[in-house]
């Protein structure tokens, strides 16, 4: 088990997913070399893009915010998939469980995404990142961002949660009218984690509870508010 794969989800993590570290890969830059399987068999390339703009997201099965995210990107999908492709980068397990713990082969890290695709009904192509998260560390290790790439492979837009549907919608407008995005990026906190609430105690279950224990011990505020949110679904 390396670093990159944590075995239980600590405060300092919550802290460092809250906005975009230094080193992350920005507005202008190209992304990496990457040559990553898919889970339906395929291959997912930085050359394999067919020439068209795609929207990169990172997320795994045991987060949350991934869940949270799913009925926006559904729609935002529904409306830009003529013109624009998405991919699902999996990552690293953001709450790794007895269920889902993280992955010690890339077999298993690809049933887990094959998982989250089933269990979300993800329409679109979901990719799985190599076991130490090279393209994830790459761009900064958030489990749950997105990153809007052009035809030629440039970053245009980044979001540091994909749950922010109206950010993203206008940076989508934007490349399909051959236009640049008016903004570089969303940085919306608050909004995105007050979505995921009505998700986390879901997710935590499906995870192992191994995960809702560290929740609770590393963000205890986070975890009571999202259990009062349960009790109404």
């Known amino acids: 088990m390396t670093h990159y794969q944590y075995k239980k989800f600590t405060t300092s993590l919550m802290l460092r997913d809250m906005r975009f570290g230094g080193s992350a890969l920005k507005l202008g830059d190209e992304l990496p070399q990457f040559d990553l399987p898919v889970i339906d068999g395929d291959r997912f390339t930085s050359r394999g893009n067919n020439g068209r703009p795609f929207l990169l997201i990172t997320g795994s099965i045991t987060c949350p915010m991934t869940a949270s995210a799913m009925p926006a990107l559904k729609r935002l999908h529904a409306e830009f998939s003529d013109d624009v ?96 995005p008016r903004r570089s990026q969303s940085i919306a906190f608050i909004g995105p984690v007050l979505k995921s ?37």
């Open 85 to 180: 492709d998405f991919v699902t980068l999996y990552v690293r397990e953001a709450h790794p469980g007895e269920n889902f713990g993280q992955p010690s082969t890339l077999e298993e890290k690809s049933a887990h995404a094959a998982a989250m695709k089933r269990e979300y009904e993800v329409p679109w192509t979901v990719a799985v990142d190599t076991m130490d998260g090279e393209l994830h560390k790459r761009l900064d290790s958030k489990p749950n961002d997105a990153y809007l790439v052009d035809a030629d492979g440039k970053i245009v837009f980044r979001s540091l949660w994909s749950s922010d549907e109206s950010a993203l919608r206008a940076a989508l407008v934007s490349i399909v009218n051959g236009d640049k």
């Open 197 to 233: 609430m009505a998700y986390v105690i879901k997710t935590m279950r499906l995870a192992g509870p191994q995960a809702s224990r560290d929740l609770l011990r590393s963000a205890p505020p986070m975890y009571l508010m999202a259990w009062v949110v349960s009790l109404f679904r």
